[in-house]
T-cell receptor
Framework: GDSVTQMEGPVTLSEEAFLTINCTYT??????LFWYVQYPGEGLQLLLK?????DKGSNKGFEATYRKETTSFHLEKGSVQVSDSAVYFC?????????????FGTGTRLQVTL | NAGVMQNPRHLVRRRGQEARLRCSPM?????VYWYRQLPEEGLKFMVY????????ESGMPKERFSAEFPKEGPSILRIQQVVRGDSAAYFC????????????FGSGTRLTVV
C-alpha cells in the first residue's frame, strides 16, 4: 500500500538557518504530494502541493519539488523564523487529486530558536 | 466564511461511555473526511462521507465506531463503549469536490478516555 516516510524530529535550528525536512514515498500510480503544517493546538493547514513529476510547490518561503526518480518531496526553506516552529507533515493522495484519501507521514517537529 | 467547525474541542469520557464528535463542514462543501491522530503519529484516514452516504470507510475500526453525515446538520463520528486506546485527536476535513486537493481541516477534537 501507499506509505510516506519522513525524517524523525525534533529538528532544532537557529533563526535564519537553512531548513530541509526529508520525505520519501511509496505509491502505485502517480500520486499528488502535499506538505501540511500543524501549529500547537490547531488543525492542519496546507502549506504547499505538487501534482506531477518535476512540479515545484512553494508558499511562504517554503519549497518542495516532486522527484519521481527518487520518490521524494523534500521540504526546504532558506531562512527559518521562530514563527515557523510547528509540526510538518508530508502526505500523498493516490491517483492524483481526484482521489479522496490522504496518507500521512508521522510528522517532523521543527523548533526554531533565537 | 467560517472554516470547518469541530466540537467539542476537548472531550473526556470514562471507559465504557459513548463519545460523539461533531463536524460542520465549510459552507458549500458536501464532502467530509475523518482522520485520527494518535500521540506522536501522523493522521490516519478513517472515513469519507457525502450527504447521507458513506463513500469509503476502509479506515474505520470494525466495531464500536460509526459515522454519519445527514441531509441536515453536522457530520457525527460516534464511538461506543470507549476504551483507553481511543484517546486521540480526531480531525475532520471538508472539500467542495471529491479529491484531496481541496481539503480544509478543522481544529480537531481531543478525546481523552479515563
Amino acid at each position: 500500500g501507499d506509505s510516506v516516510t519522513q525524517m524523525e524530529g525534533p529538528v532544532t535550528l537557529s533563526e535564519e538557518a537553512f531548513l530541509t525536512i526529508n520525505c520519501t514515498y511509496t505509491a502505485t500510480g502517480y500520486p499528488s504530494l502535499f506538505w501540511y503544517v500543524q501549529y500547537p493546538g490547531e488543525g492542519l493547514q496546507l502549506l504547499l502541493k505538487a501534482t506531477k513529476a518535476d512540479d515545484k510547490g512553494s508558499n511562504k518561503g517554503f519549497e518542495a519539488t516532486y522527484r519521481k526518480e527518487t520518490t521524494s518531496f523534500h521540504l526546504e526553506k532558506g531562512s527559518v523564523q521562530v514563527s515557523d516552529s510547528a509540526v510538518y507533515f508530508c502526505a500523498l493522495s493516490d491517483r492524483g487529486g481526484t482521489a479522496s484519501k490522504l496518507t500521512f507521514g508521522t510528522g517532523t517537529r521543527l523548533q526554531v530558536t533565537l | 466564511n467560517a472554516g470547518v467547525m469541530q466540537n467539542p474541542r476537548h472531550l473526556v469520557r470514562r471507559r465504557g461511555q459513548e463519545a460523539r464528535l461533531r463536524c460542520s463542514p465549510m459552507k458549500g462543501h458536501s464532502h467530509v473526511y475523518w482522520y485520527r491522530q494518535l500521540p506522536e503519529e501522523g493522521l490516519k484516514f478513517m472515513v469519507y462521507l457525502q450527504k447521507e452516504n458513506i463513500i469509503d470507510e476502509s479506515g474505520m475500526p470494525k466495531e464500536r465506531f460509526s459515522a454519519e453525515f445527514p441531509k441536515e446538520g453536522p457530520s457525527i463520528l460516534r464511538i461506543q463503549q470507549v476504551v483507553r486506546g481511543d484517546s486521540a485527536a480526531y480531525f475532520c476535513a471538508s472539500s467542495p469536490l471529491q479529491g484531496a486537493d481541496g481539503y480544509t481541516f478543522g481544529s480537531g477534537t481531543r478525546l481523552t478516555v479515563v
